[in-house]
């Protein structure tokens, strides 16, 4: 079992940062790929970015702004969030499981925390 809790959302403006952080306690933390999805109202869970070893893969829409990166010493992934944009507005949700841009393939989720970027 892995237990993720992620923080560090909230309420900023167009071109913003936030830095969203997801602990994890239970298993190896360093055994899985982690990933960054998001959902917004009335939208389906979307990827945003993922990372395997040194390896790190991001959706098209955040290329660019958003940076992943974990440290496996303090059993937490981060998401470096730069350039923020009203449709970056989302419930951002940190996940463990295999290195994929599925959100079908991860089996562990956090319970999420609030991206809310005003114009």
């Known amino acids: 079992q892995v237990q993720l809790v992620e923080s560090g959302g909230g309420l900023v403006q167009a071109g913003g940062s936030l830095r969203l952080s997801c602990a994890a306690s239970?298993?190896?933390?360093?055994?899985?790929?982690m990933g960054w999805f998001r959902q917004a109202p009335g939208k389906e869970r979307e990827f945003v970015a993922a990372?395997?070893?040194?390896?790190?893969g991001y959706a098209i829409s955040v290329k660019g702004r958003f940076t992943i990166s974990r440290d496996n010493a303090k059993n937490t992934v981060y998401l470096q969030m730069n350039s923020l944009k009203p449709e970056d507005t989302a419930v951002y949700y940190c996940?463990?499981?295999?290195?994929?841009?599925?959100?079908?393939?991860?089996?562990?989720w956090g319970q999420g925390t609030q991206v809310t970027v005003s114009s």
């Open positions: 996940a463990a499981g295999p290195y994929s841009d599925s959100p079908s393939k991860y089996g562990y």
């Open positions: 239970g298993r190896t933390f360093s055994s899985y790929a």
């Open positions: 990372m395997s070893g040194n390896s790190a």
